[in-house]
């Protein structure tokens, strides 16, 4: 099974509420995690990064929570605005685990409503 | 241009059609990926390419078959594909790729929505 995954496919949001988007991982070694988001007919773009010795990092208007002890990632949109009507999904990083590179989530398709 | 390109956008072929994807990246790095996004499921890393080296082939069958003549350009050759090959194939670049160490971020083209018949 994958090592990454989401928990909602889809989110529905009112405009201007806060959106937050859960991922869950099972690779307890991970110490390094992303938030992509994919808008229709593009490709995915970088977010917000948080490493495993932190719990919480903040961008703008993005929180990212990272908890170890669930394995759980969740992506916090502040003030939500028709432009953040995307697929989000996650993805992992083992350092120690040669050249697989990055272990990626379905997707949650956030929609925003008027 | 900057940043990661991809052509064509979209493509249409049949099982028995030769076709190649191109993708170009004018960031200056050093390490450029394939990737395939099927409907549903989770983005796949099919090939790595570091300095014009390929140094990763996650399982891909030689139906796809990856060509990097320079650090800026990279295609996926295709021939007698099959229909559950119908996919967003998304190439990406970093500046380095350097298993075991830091990891550097990956940036994504807008990708080639493939539709074999």
Redesign the interface.
Known sequence: GESVGLHLPTLSVQEGDNSIINCAYSNSASDYFIWYKQESGKGPQFIIDIRSNMDKRQGQRVTVLLNKTVKHLSLQIAATQPGDSAVYFCAENYSGGGADGLTFGKGTHLIIQP | ETG?TQTPRHLVMGMTNKKSLKCEQHLGHNAM?WYKQSA????E?MF?YSLEER??N?SVPSRFSPECPNSSHLFLHLHTLQPEDSALY?C?SSQDWI???K?Y???????TRLTVT
């Open positions: 990661v990926y549903k499921k989770p983005l890393l790595v140094v990763e996650n998304l990406a298993p075991g160490d990891f971020e990956q940036y994504f083209g807008p990708g």
